[in-house]
């Protein structure tokens, strides 16, 4: 923030009141789709459930924000966005209560949804408010910053909740929360801007159909880490189907859609869309068993298994500043084929290096790789999809884009279940061992599959004149 200040970028006293009190929220959201990675082995042996179940402690989480973004968004143009984003605050921070006093596993689970809930307007509320309110002469620093901030949570999280299991409990994961969102909460209605928001109001129908579908599909999906799964949960994935074919439907005759489909004529949009599911459903699964590994296969407590990860999340925030400029140099297609082929190398390097007795130092270089292909493939596949719409379209495109994130995090995490439970379990080091190098396998092979798709990208022809003008001058 020291080069911010000296650039003069926040002229106004209120503005840093602005960036601090959006930057938290966001904080938040994204600590807390990484901060549980670390602590999942201590929940599991303190509530004596098996893999299957606890895959949940992260799903629930990111289906909510999948399933709930979009209505989240229009509920906040309807309401106001401050106004939103105070609920948001608040609903995360109770979820957070009701998580460290979860008595059962249930109730825990339970209790992120309740957070998903919040976390859904969080992020994009708080872009929203810092978009509008900062001047276009600050804005892209201040959304420079917001993002770095976004960043730092994904570096720090693996390793504090590391170090808050190894010091404390995992409770604690969740205590941190409360003191921090109340006190956002209270300054952001007393010093972010206030809008009254609109007349319209989201179709009820419309916003039920995209949150009942995701939520349907994905617990399908998670319920069948047998390969047969029973008929209940055959129902309820189908069901899941029929609603995204009636929301599809909806969303044709629909004069203010949530979702205007056709974005979706765009190639580029929809490889965009396909490769951000593809690129997060890698991470996710990763991001479920690499702690897991690092404890029970190799003998890391959780605090060591924090800092392990750091060479992969930091490499995050190394490389991501300069992701953005590589495909304004290069173009999107470059970038993110170059990204995918970074990350099926390195995922394919821990598959096959993943002993017990592996040293560190050869997973620390391919968490390296990783995190960069990563770096790059994320804001290009993001450029693409937001270049490849007119503006006024920006924000349904944004919103596209990060549901596809969050789902793919949610579907990744449900396979990377089911393809550990095909090859081996947990019930030693060895058989864990075994999943763990399915998985990564399979990392490798989505990303693979990722970077052929984008063989078929061309971003600079997708872009139309008037696009490009209304990027290029200032808003």
């Not at 901060?35 to 893999?51: E, G, K, P, Q, Y």
């Not at 995209?210 to 599909?217: D, L, M, T």
């Not at 140099?329 to 007795?357: K, P």
Request: aromatic share 10%; with cysteine.
């Amino acid at each position: 923030m020291s080069s911010f200040a000296a650039d003069h970028t926040v002229k106004q006293p209120g503005e840093w009141w602005l960036l601090a009190l959006t930057s938290l929220g966001f904080f938040m959201s994204m600590m807390d789709s990484m901060i549980v990675s670390t602590a999942s082995t201590a929940i599991r042996n303190d509530f004596s459930v098996s893999l299957a179940q606890l895959q949940w402690v992260l799903n629930a989480y990111n289906i909510t924000i999948a399933a709930l973004l979009l209505v989240g968004v229009a509920y906040g143009a309807h309401i106001g966005r401050r106004n939103m984003y105070v609920i948001g605050l608040l609903v995360f921070t109770a979820g957070s209560a009701c998580a460290a006093l979860s008595p059962d596993f249930s109730l825990l689970v339970g209790s992120r949804v309740v957070q998903g809930v919040g976390a859904s307007v969080m992020t994009p509320m708080s872009m929203a408010i810092l978009s509008a309110s900062v001047p276009a002469e600050r804005r892209g620093r201040a959304l420079g910053i917001w993002s770095a901030v976004g960043g730092l949570a994904l570096i720090a999280g693996p390793s504090l909740g590391g170090l808050i299991v190894a010091t404390m409990s995992w409770q604690w994961i969740f205590w941190i929360n409360i003191p921090i969102g109340l006190a956002t909460a209270y300054l952001a209605l007393k010093k972010l801007p206030f809008d009254s928001g609109n007349a319209m109001r989201p179709n009820p129908l419309d916003a039920a159909l995209i949150v009942i579908a995701p939520a349907a599909f994905v617990y399908a999906l998670s319920q069948s880490t047998s390969g047969t799964p029973d008929m209940l949960t055959l129902a309820i994935g189908v069901f899941g189907i029929i609603c995204a074919i009636a929301f599809t439907a909806l969303q044709r005759i629909r004069r203010n859609p949530l979702v205007p489909l056709h974005m979706f004529r765009s190639r580029m949009f929809n490889i965009g869309a396909i490769g951000t599911f593809l690129l997060y459903a890698a991470m996710y699964g990763t991001v479920f068993f690499l702690p897991q590994f690092l404890q029970l296969a190799q003998g890391a407590n959780a605090l060591t298994a924090g800092l392990e990860i750091l060479p992969w999340t930091g490499t995050l925030v190394v490389v991501s500043p300069f992701a953005g400029k590589m495909a304004d140099t290069y173009g999107e297609r470059i970038v993110a084929l170059v990204g995918f082929i970074l990350q099926t190398a390195g995922y394919g390097w821990i598959a096959f290096a993943s002993h017990a007795d592996t040293s560190y130092a050869t997973t620390a270089i391919a968490l390296a790789v990783c995190g960069a292909g990563i770096s790059m493939a994320g804001p290009a596949l993001q450029k693409a999809m937001l270049g490849s719409v007119d503006r006024k379209y920006i924000t349904n495109a944004s919103g596209v884009f990060n549901i596809s994130r969050q789902l793919g995090g949610a579907v990744g995490t449900a396979i990377s279940v089911m393809v550990f439970y095909q090859f081996g379990t947990a019930l030693s080091r060895s058989t864990f061992t075994q999943g763990f190098t399915a998985v990564m396998t399979a990392s490798a092979l989505t990303c693979l599959i990722s970077g052929t798709a984008t063989l078929w990208m061309n971003v600079r022809k997708s872009i139309s004149k008037q696009h490009r003008k209304t990027l290029a001058s200032p808003r």
